[in-house]
Each structure stands twice: as structure tokens, then as C-alpha cells.
């Protein structure tokens, strides 16, 4: 992937892949490796190794394995590019701007970092209002009467929008034209399309940061009983709502980490429980969770415990995020808090209420969504059988988006028991429903490396590591076909063709154009404690397969022979079985 002379493979020369990897896992040095705990699957004693001459990694319990790049991608869960972006900041490599192909696109990129830089001195703004002013006190003072103090209020950079109506206008009206003010969404213009005029007034401003920790946009919380409560900045060239999660800028690192996300509504909940020591919380800044949203969380983990408000809206936007949530395979559960006394909790109230301590042993025995679905389906009347199909209809959309087929029935079965249905009519029900469905589980091909002959894993070594004679062994060997046949054969095959293209062989190139289990197997041999190659050793590895040929052949003869050919033909195989009989002796 990393052409010669290209960025990339400048990056790539340069980049210590067990830097790189060192940020994600902790690695010790052993024998000529660096070895670690896998992140790709879980695992108590470490079976991933960094290859530091190589510059590869694999892992010997999953099989995952390659350059600095695809493991960054695969950390990251981001595309090459973005990738190579990031290998090359943390390995301190000046990145070179990215040329813009049109006019009208350097305008578009010149215009979103305006835009950017408009919210950061908005933010510096607001962050003043509230520390400064007479106004922001009484801002303060709401803040703190929510259990937010000062040393919050700088970590999450909450700030204040004053109530005069153009006071943030007046401030950025020196430096922004206005037709790009309006585009920030930060300034409105009234009705008639004149006046213009501060959209967030009287507010509590909180940062809506994008994933790399810009802010790109605001919440704001009225202070008074202005309506709406909360108010969000509009759809921009920066920013969309359903693109963007709160906190996630903060939260990726302690989400990648645990495998899961907290999910909660709104700002000051995922600030109650980042503020409780758990780091790994969003906030979807709506009441519903939407598929981008869904896809941005996904890229860390698969896990998510979905903690919204329990009122009514709060129920339906869980019930509609838990529906997007399974369709894209992820393994949900559900928080529902008590209420304290007769108010319904948010996660923001119950901590302030009851503590982290508590917030946090709740959310560990928070129920899996089915058995959530369960209980909500038994406050339905189950007596009737009315009552009981309404509560087959309420679930069985849920049960239809798992897309495990086992799990599915599984599911049926604890729902039949749990609601005291006649089990067969659920059943029933329930195959209808995933006849109707279209995508099934694929199954992951089978990750298992074969054992190759040592003397197969010595040569594959060669060709990928002996620059000297590789380009002649890889001849040899393709003249005399030794590897056909062998179960190392596409191995082989890879490796020569690209040992005979003179270029510098790329084992993570080659791994890369091969099936998982070849590349996987490949990567072991790479890893394998091996003393510098000569041109003998490659020759007696040549012969050994040779040798291990004509013994092959002979096998066949002799099987012929013993099949009792008609006399011309046994002739034939006569003579070359004394020929191959020959060829061993002298060998030997
Ligand atoms: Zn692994």
C-alpha cells in the first residue's frame, strides 16, 4: 500500500511501530520482540508480538497481523489515509498539506477552518462571560447549585451567552464578514432577514467538540424559563447532529480501553458520569440516537449500556436506539435508574443524589436490553390474550434485528417463559418474522495456521528477509517448481513473484494479498527466532525439497507398479523408479 517514495512509505520508514503500538499497549521487550496483551481479542497472557527490524505485529492467539499502518486503522478503525496522518504525529513527521483539487474546494476547506476558529474564540468568549461578569455569576451560581464547581467548569469548558442580544456579534464582528457569522450558526438573523442578532442568550454554553476535539459546535441551557430548555447550534458546514456525539473527543480512549460506551441524553449527564471517574461516556444530544452517531461509536467498540432519562420520551428514544443499536450487531444493555422518592432519575440527578459509588454499582448489573424488553412488556395486562399479543407485537421487532440466529432463539425461548406464552406459537411467530429477514451471520472464515515443514518456513523466511541472493533462490525455485503442491504453495508463489520484481519484498505487502490463514501463517514464520541465511543453507533447502519430491514421485511409481501395468507401460516405470532410486542414493 505504501508506494515507494510516496508520503507514505517515507512515514513508514521512519515510524517506530513499537512507539506506535506502545501507546496502545503495553509491551515488554522479549527475546528480539516486543510482546504484549492482544487488543484485538481478550486474553490473560500475552500471545501479541512486535516485530521491531520488521516492523510488524501479530498476533500468534487471533491471527491479526501487519504494518504500523493497518494496525493504527484497525485501532482507529480509520481509513489508510487517516492513518498514515496519524502514524506520522505521533512519530513527529511534518505532514504535507493535502492538495485541494478545485477552487471551489480550497474556498470550501478555507471556509470550515473560518468556521473553527470562529467557535474557538466564541468559546474563549462565553468562557469569559461566565468568569467575568456580573451576569455570569448568577450563571455560576445555577451551576454550582447543580453540584458543578469551578474545577468542572473549566474541564468542560462551560461558559455563558449573555442575554444583550448581539454581544457575541459585536465581538466577532470585527474579524468574521457576515455572511460567515450566519453560516456559524453562532448569530441569527431575524424574520424581515436584517437585523442580526446572538442565537444562544441568557444560556449556559457547553462545547460540542468533534471527534479530534474541535469544537464545532454548542448546546445551551436556558438559565431562566426560556423556551426551548435546551437549545443546540443549527446545522452548519462544520457540524451535524447526527454525526456528532458529546464528550466522544474525551471518551474514545476510556471506550477502546473498556470495549464499551455509556450512552446518555444529554450534556450534564455525561458530565455527572465522566466527573464520576468514568471516562467512557457520550451523549447523543437528542433524544434518539442516529445511524452515523451509531457508526462513529462503533469504530471503538460494540458494547454500549444505554442510560437515558426514564420518562416517557426517554423510554421511546432508548426502545428506537435500542432497534439501530442491534441491526448494527452490537451488544446492548439497558440502565434504568430508580426513581429517588417520586422523581424519576437521569444520571445527572442520581449521582448528585446518591453518589458515583452507587451510579456505578448500578451500571454494572445493568440488564441485558431483552430482559429490559421483558420488563417493560410485563407492564402490560398479560392476562388477556389481547394484552399478550401486544406484548409479542412490542417484542418481536427487537428479537427479528438480532442478527445471531442462535441467540434469537434463545431469546424466544426466555420471553415465552418469562410472559407465559405458548412457546411453539411464538416460535412460530418468530421464523415468519426472520424468513423475512435478509442478511444472516457470516460466518468468519476459520483462522487456523497449518503446520508447514521447517524446511518450506526456512526458505519463505529467505525470500522475504535474504536481500543478498533472494532474487536467484526465488528463480531456482520457480524453475525447478519445488513448491507446487505444497501447502505453503500460495506462500511461495507470492513471495517469488515479488522477489523477482527486484523491489524491496514488504511482507505486510505480500501478507496482504494473500488469504488469512496464508498470511497468518506467514507472519509466524517471520516471527520465528532465526539465524542470519546463507546461499548454502538455501541450497540445502533446495535440495531437501527436491529430495522430498523425487520420494513423492517414487511413492507414485511404485504404486503404479503394484497396480500391475500392461508390459510396455511397467517398463517405463520400471526404469524410472531406478532412476529416482538413483537420485536419492546420491543425495544421501
Ligand atoms: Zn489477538
Not at 470562529?118 to 461566565?130: S, W, Y
Request: include cysteine; aromatic fraction near 6%.
Amino acid at each position: 500500500m505504501a508506494e515507494a517514495g510516496s508520503f507514505a512509505d517515507r512515514v513508514k520508514q521512519q515510524a517506530d511501530i513499537v512507539r506506535v503500538v506502545g501507546e496502545y499497549v503495553r509491551l515488554k521487550k522479549s527475546g528480539q520482540n516486543f510482546t504484549g496483551l492482544c487488543p484485538f481479542h481478550a486474553e490473560k497472557s500475552p500471545s501479541f508480538a512486535v516485530h521491531p527490524s520488521k516492523q510488524i505485529y501479530h498476533c500468534f492467539g487471533c491471527g491479526v497481523g501487519g504494518d504500523v499502518f493497518k494496525f493504527v486503522m484497525e485501532m482507529e478503525k480509520c481509513a489508510f489515509p487517516e492513518a498514515i496522518r496519524i502514524v506520522a504525529e505521533k512519530c513527529g513527521i511534518a505532514v504535507p498539506r493535502q492538495k485541494e483539487r478545485s477552487p471551489e474546494e480550497r474556498k470550501e476547506n478555507q471556509q470550515r477552518a473560518l468556521l473553527v476558529e470562529m467557535h474557538r474564540e466564541a468559546q474563549t468568549f462565553f468562557v469569559k462571560q461566565l468568569e467575568a461578569t456580573p451576569e455570569g455569576k448568577a450563571a455560576r451560581a445555577y451551576l454550582e447549585d447543580r453540584g458543578l464547581d469551578k474545577e468542572a467548569m473549566t474541564r468542560f469548558g462551560i461558559g455563558y451567552a449573555p442575554s444583550g442580544g448581539d454581544v457575541l456579534l459585536r465581538h466577532l464582528k470585527p474579524k468574521c464578514n457576515e455572511k460567515l457569522l450566519v453560516e456559524s450558526g453562532l448569530v441569527s438573523r431575524d424574520q424581515s432577514g436584517g437585523r442580526l442578532f446572538d442565537r444562544f442568550r441568557r444560556r449556559i454554553t457547553f462545547p460540542i467538540a468533534n471527534e479530534s476535539g474541535k469544537i464545532v459546535a454548542f448546546g445551551a441551557r436556558a438559565l431562566g424559563d426560556d423556551m426551548p430548555k435546551y437549545l443546540n447550534s443549527p446545522e452548519t458546514p462544520i457540524y451535524s447532529k447526527s454525526n456528532v456525539l458529546y464528550h466522544m473527543d474525551r471518551a474514545k480512549e476510556g471506550i477502546r480501553r473498556q470495549d464499551f460506551a455509556i450512552l446518555v441524553e444529554g450534556y450534564l449527564d455525561a458530565i455527572a458520569v465522566a466527573r464520576a471517574g468514568i471516562s467512557n461516556v457520550v451523549a447523543s444530544c437528542g433524544t434518539s440516537l442516529a445511524e452515523p452517531q451509531i457508526k462513529l461509536l462503533g469504530r471503538f467498540t460494540r458494547r454500549v449500556i444505554v442510560n437515558y432519562d426514564p420518562d416517557a420520551a426517554g423510554q421511546i428514544a432508548t426502545e428506537r436506539s435500542l432497534s439501530l443499536l442491534l441491526e448494527q450487531d452490537f451488544e446492548v444493555r439497558v440502565l434504568a435508574l430508580p426513581p429517588i422518592g417520586n422523581k424519576k432519575a437521569d444520571p445527572d440527578l442520581f449521582i448528585r443524589e446518591k453518589g458515583a459509588e452507587e451510579y456505578l454499582k448500578l451500571l454494572k448489573e445493568a440488564l441485558p436490553y431483552v430482559d429490559y424488553l421483558i420488563a417493560r412488556a410485563r407492564q402490560m395486562d398479560l392476562t388477556s390474550g389481547e394484552g399478550k399479543r401486544q406484548a409479542v407485537n412490542f417484542l418481536l421487532p427487537y428479537v427479528q434485528k438480532i442478527p445471531n440466529r442462535i441467540l434469537r432463539s434463545e431469546w424466544a425461548t426466555r420471553i415465552a417463559q418469562q410472559l407465559r406464552l405458548d412457546e411453539p406459537v411464538l416460535r412460530a411467530a418468530l421464523s415468519k418474522a426472520a424468513a423475512e429477514r435478509r442478511s444472516e451471520l457470516k460466518i468468519q472464515p476459520e483462522l487456523v495456521a497449518r503446520a508447514a515443514k521447517p524446511v518450506e518456513r526456512r526458505l519463505i523466511r529467505m525470500l522475504a528477509e535474504a536481500p543478498g541472493f533472494r532474487q536467484e533462490l526465488a528463480k531456482q525455485l520457480q524453475n525447478a517448481g519445488l513448491y507446487h503442491g505444497l501447502e505453503t504453495e500460495k506462500i511461495f508463489e507470492a513471495l517469488v513473484i515479488a522477489s523477482l520484481s527486484g523491489q524491496p519484498v514488504q511482507a505486510t505487502e505480500v501478507g496482504e494479498a494473500l488469504e488469512d490463514r496464508d498470511r497468518r501463517l506467514l507472519f509466524e514464520i517471520l516471527f520465528e527466532e532465526a539465524n542470519e541465511p546463507t546461499w548454502e543453507e538455501a541450497m540445502s533447502c533446495i535440495e531437501a525439497l527436491q529430495h522430498r519430491r523425487a520420494e513423492r514421485e517414487l511413492a507414485d511409481v511404485q504404486r503404479s507398479i503394484e497396480a500391475n501395468p500392461p508390459g510396455q507401460e511397467l517398463r517405463g516405470l520400471l526404469e524410472k523408479k531406478q532412476e529416482l532410486m538413483r537420485r536419492l542414493a546420491a543425495a544421501r
